[in-house]
Every structure is written in C-alpha cells, then in structure tokens.
C-alpha cells in the first residue's frame, strides 16, 4: 500500500517532528486487541529494539513502554527509584532541569540542584564537589536541553559519578536526544534513560519511553516506602513488559496498540534500516554543521556557548541585531516552515528553535535543511530590508 501525507508545512520544531510516511501507515493498523497473538511480538520486538538504540542489551536491563509522554518518565524515575526524603541532585541546563526538578520534590525529594549558566554546562569540579559534600540517591542529567540546545557531557558526568559516588543511580532526561545523539547506556553505566515518541526518534507522540538497569529494578525491589503513584508504579508495569518479552499476553492498563506498531516501524528503521546506528549519529552531526554554519553566515549566532556543547538534533538560534520573533516565526510560517520560539524563561524573545532530527537530518533528499536555510535567509532580507 503507498500513502501520501496531507500537504503540510514543513515542521522543524524540536519535536514532534516530521514523520515518515511508513511510520504513519504502520499507525493505521485496523482494531488489533492489546493480548491477541498478532501484537504480543510487535510489542516485544520495541522493547528489544529500543535496547539496541541504546547500546543497552545487558542481561537485566528492563525496557518500558507506557502510555504518556516524555514527562511521565519524570514521574517514573521519581516515584519508583527515590524514597521521600531522599537526596537528589539534578544537573540543571535550562528549562527542562527546572521541570524535572519540581517532578522530583512532587515525590517527597530533597533536590539539590547545579544550574549551568544560560548557553553553558555544569562544570565537572562543581559535580564533584556537590557529589563530596553528600551522599545523593540519584543523579539526573538533561542530555539535550531543548530550551538552550544544549548538550551536556553526560558520558563523562557518568564516569565522574562513578568514580567519586559509585552507589549513586543516574538518570538520563535523553527526550531530546534518543536517535539523535549516542547515548552509551551500558559503557556508561546509566540507570534510567527517559525519552517519547515525537523527538529523534520520528514517532508520533503518546507513548512514555524507558530504559532501566537491573541496579534501578533492584532499587525498585529493596524500597521501603511504596510507590507513591498508581498509574506509573513499575512494580504494576515490570509483570506487563517481562510478559510482552517473553511473548505471554498480560494486562495491566491497555497499551496504545496502533502507536506501538508505528514504534516498531521506527525502530526498524532506525536499528536494521539501511544506514547503522553510527552511520545516522553522523547524519545527525552533518545535519546540525549544515544549519549551524549556514546561520552563522546569515549573522546569527547561538544560545549554547560553543559548538561542542551544541546537540545535534536541534539549533538554538539569537535573532540577529534588530530583529524580532515577529520578523521570524510569523514569516517563516508563511513560506510553509514552522519553527519554534525561545522557551527558557530569562531569554525566551531573544532566540527561536529549529528541529533538525529523523527524517528531517537523515533524508537528506528531502531537501528540509535547504529550505529551513533559504527561509531564513528571505525573512531575515525582508527584516533587514525594512529598518
Ligand atoms: C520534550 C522534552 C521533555 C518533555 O517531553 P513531553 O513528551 O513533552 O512530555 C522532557 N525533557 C526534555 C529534554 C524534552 O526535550
């Protein structure tokens, strides 16, 4: 069967992104129960291949698929790994850090939190001085930032935990940078990576995405208070996840059974498609050089501080001298791009966001990143033009 989209602006925010048409077939499987034989192994095969993704295939490792979005791995990191009272660190890039940090004390958590200054990462000596000065239960990263576009050494970051809090879980805020950017789960020794759907990995939104060490599932195990939530309790979920693996029907609330086939195909794509895993963290990379230095051409400089600390899979880009997001978004809408406006709170009017993540990097005969750059060139003419 061949589809063809509805004609549509081209959407380059930092997700939901564009997706492919086979992804949008793979949605439109007909009523299919969530126990029947025929979904079972769809369902098994995502928690497979999401591991892959990862570079997380340790015995133990226990992925999840739940209904929500991104966020809810917040609440299930926060619930099922932290008992109220309990010390958390949170290293802050922006935004989303802010957010996971309220998520964390909405549980009963002492958070402590680095804030990296605005464009910036949290310094090493910082961790590890915050790391001397407490026992922590669990330490969070943003990976990607989706408010700065930044990107947080957190391989390194691990390694440092590791070395001086080797008992300390971590967990990865990796939304913004699952399929976009290398995540090591097991090199690293990363407890939790939480993602969804709609970013990097070119899927629609609605479903919750996890991976867990066995260190995090026996964290879960040892608990003494019980999970504070209902809905998100991994110890209702694991009985479900180990079922759908091992090819068994279970229920426990009903899965989004389309979403999880349009999953599936994702994941093909991404893991057996024809370019490696390596191969698209490079599209990715070239992706992101090609925008960055075609900005950088038209005067537009960068929220993140340099280009090493700069994600692959997204662009925060300042408004050049002069202009506005009035000379910018309104005006890129027209010529049928949408983009997104600034999201961290002190600088939110002083820069706008461009997704270049999935199909949008990786196909590059779409010819995306030559529209978003020839866009921006005529809206930036047009405000120059005007003054
Ligand atoms: C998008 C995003 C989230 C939130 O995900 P939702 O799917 O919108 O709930 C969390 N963290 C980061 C880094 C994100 O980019």
Same mark, same amino acid.
């Given at each position: ?144 930032? @989706?408010?700065? $576009?930044?990107?947080? %050494?957190? #391989?390194?970051?691990?390694? =440092? ?6 008992? &300390? +879980? ?26 969804? @759907?709609?970013? $990097?990995?070119?899927? %629609?939104? #609605?479903?919750?995405?996890? =991976? ?6 026996? &964290? +879960? ?33 009903? %899965? ?132």
């Amino acid at each position: 069967m061949t589809f063809q989209q509805a004609p549509h602006k081209l959407l380059v925010i930092p997700g939901p992104i564009e997706f492919d048409s086979s992804i949008l077939l793979a949605n439109a499987t007909p009523g299919t129960s969530h126990v029947s034989p025929a979904f079972i192994p769809v369902f098994g095969d995502c928690l497979r291949l999401l591991k892959k993704v990862l570079y997380g295939e340790k015995p133990g490792n226990q992925s999840f698929l739940i209904a929500g979005s991104g966020t809810l791995g917040w609440d299930a990191t926060a619930a099922n790994l932290v008992e109220p009272g309990e010390d958390v660190l949170v290293l802050n890039h922006g935004y989303f850090g802010d957010s996971f940090a309220d998520c964390l004390e909405t549980y009963g958590a002492k958070v402590t939190q680095l804030k990296a200054p605005i464009g910036g990462v949290v310094s090493e000596a910082d961790l590890v001085a915050a790391l001397k000065s407490k026992k922590f239960k669990l330490v969070t990263i943003t990976h990607v930032d @989706t408010s700065t $576009g930044v990107l947080s %050494p957190a #391989g390194r970051y691990a390694e =440092l935990i590791k070395q001086n809090s080797p008992d &300390t +879980l971590i967990a990865l805020d990796a939304v913004c940078s699952v399929a976009s950017e290398e995540i090591r789960f097991d090199d690293w020794g990363i407890d939790v990576v939480i993602s969804a @759907t709609q970013k $990097g990995l070119g899927v %629609p939104p #609605g479903l919750s995405v996890v =991976l867990a060490s066995e260190r995090a599932i026996k &964290t +879960l195990e040892a608990r003494k208070a019980p999970v504070g939530s209902y809905y998100i309790s991994w110890k209702r979920w694991l009985p479900i996840m180990r079922a759908y693996e091992e090819g068994r029907p279970a229920y426990f609330a009903t %899965p989004p059974v389309q979403l999880v086939y349009a999953l599936q195909a994702g994941l093909k794509a991404i893991v057996e498609g024809p370019q490696s895993l390596e191969d698209r963290f490079a599209a990715h990379k070239a992706a992101s050089n090609k925008i960055k230095d075609g900005l950088a051409q038209l005067g537009v400089g960068f929220v993140p501080l340099g280009r090493e600390i700069s994600a692959n899979g997204m662009t925060a880009a300042k408004y050049p001298e002069g202009v506005t997001a009035a000379d910018v978004l309104p005006k890129l809408a027209e010529l049928d791009i949408v983009v997104a406006g600034g999201l961290h709170k002190d600088i939110a009017t002083t820069y706008f966001r461009i997704g270049h993540m999935g199909v949008t990097a990786v196909k590059t005969e779409r010819g995306d990143l030559d529209k978003v750059l020839a866009g921006v060139k005529t809206v930036l003419d047009a405000a120059r033009a005007k003054k």
